[in-house]
């Protein structure tokens, strides 16, 4: 069985800090793929990236990075200086690599930036 | 290139009635999915689509439950007999085969409410 596990259930930071939301999975593949989403109040959920199992570099996008660590099953996301546009909730998920298409979703974490 | 659309956005209905919602994939998408989301909670998968065969059913899937993908497009989700419990957010997403580490793209959603 896969599991997502988010931690943080809700976040509160005042503009231009740097927040760091967790994700913990597990599973039993060994070739799997984590993906983080955005989901502001309008309810859509936006693509943000993409990570193999096998590649653990860590990416930098502007204001996003993501750290992937193998050895403690963690893809953590950063936002550095945050803006309150970055205020949502974001999911992060896992999918397998034996057949099944399905994603699994952690419950997420709500992200708000004060002013 | 548009995103995935759906309709209705929004729906209310009467316990014991049923709905049916339309799901319209990015046009060179052959892989479909549907997703539940309930409140303070990640997208929870239904079902998935390539082309028109259905592949994979959760067993959150009940009999009162059904999907289609007629002619490999378009998709429509249907609930009869609609129960309080049914009251969520669902959620359509397409992707393409063409890429092994394929990414599922999301739709706004139609949050249906049974009162």
């Known amino acids: 069985a896969q599991k997502v596990t988010q931690a943080q259930t809700e976040i509160s930071v005042v503009e231009k800090e740097d927040v760091t939301l967790d994700c913990v999975y597990e599973?039993?593949?060994?070739?799997?793929?984590l993906f983080w989403y955005k989901q502001p109040p309008s309810g859509e959920l936006v693509f943000l990236i993409r990570?193999?199992?096998?590649?653990?570099q860590n990416e930098i996008s502007g204001r996003y990075s993501w750290n992937f660590q193998k050895s403690t099953s963690s893809f953590n996301f950063t936002i550095t200086a945050s803006q309150v546009v970055d205020s949502a909730v974001y999911f992060c998920?896992?999918?397998?690599?034996?057949?099944?298409?399905?994603?699994?979703f952690g419950s997420g974490t709500r992200l708000q930036v004060q002013p | 290139d548009t995103g995935v659309s759906q309709n209705p956005r929004h729906k209310i209905t009467k316990r014991g009635q049923n709905v049916t919602f339309r799901c319209d994939p990015i046009?060179?998408?052959?892989?479909l999915y549907w997703y539940r989301q309930t409140l303070g909670q990640g997208p929870e998968f239904l079902t998935y689509?390539?082309?028109?065969?259905?592949?994979?059913k959760s067993r959150l899937l009940s009999d009162r439950f059904s999907a289609e993908r007629p002619k490999g497009s378009f998709s429509t989700l249907e609930i009869q007999r609609t129960e309080q419990g049914d009251s969520a957010m669902y959620l359509c997403?397409?992707?393409?085969?063409?890429?092994?580490?394929?990414?599922?793209?999301f739709g706004p959603g139609t949050r249906l409410l049974v009162l």
């Open positions: 990570r193999n199992s096998f590649d653990e």
């Open positions: 997403a397409s992707s393409s085969r063409a890429l092994k580490e394929e990414t599922q793209y």
């Open positions: 599973t039993r593949d060994t070739t799997y793929y």
């Open positions: 046009s060179e998408h052959n892989r």
């Open positions: 998920a896992l999918r397998g690599d034996t057949g099944r298409r399905a994603l699994t």
């Open positions: 689509f390539q082309n028109e065969a259905q592949l994979e």
